[in-house]
């Protein structure tokens, strides 16, 4: 079974940085894509960025030059790294893990919230 394993969430004032860790764990398929996605309190879902196995990146406009995506292929984790945060990146940021047909995999989320 997978397991994912978000940290590094908390609060943070406006124009602060916050750094967001994820450890997958179980049975792996070494090619994958690991993704961030959030949650605001009444709103859908969104994808905040992703970054294959080898090392191709997406990110969402709304964070495009101010958060960074990365990873450790070697410990199975993905890194979102979060500068000049804003009130409206508060929200549940929730780890996934894309292994096509062998799986697609959540973690628990862990909060952030951006306020003064």
């Known amino acids: 079974q997978v397991q994912l394993v978000e940290s590094g969430g908390g609060l943070v004032q406006p124009g602060g940085s916050l750094r967001l860790s994820c450890a997958a764990s179980?049975?792996?398929?070494?090619?994958?894509?690991m993704a961030w996605y959030r949650q605001a309190p009444g709103k859908q879902r969104e994808l905040v960025a992703s970054?294959?196995?080898?090392?191709?990146?997406v990110s969402a406009d709304s964070v495009t030059g101010r958060f960074t995506i990365s990873r450790d292929n070697a410990k199975n984790t993905v890194y979102l790294q979060m500068n000049s945060l804003k009130p409206e990146d508060t929200a549940v940021y929730i780890c996934?893990?894309?292994?096509?047909?062998?799986?697609?995999?959540w973690g628990q989320g862990t909060e952030v919230t951006v306020s003064s």
């Open positions: 996934n893990l894309d292994m096509r047909w062998l799986g697609n995999y």
């Open positions: 179980g049975t792996i398929f070494s090619i994958n894509t």
């Open positions: 970054i294959t196995s080898g090392g191709i990146t």
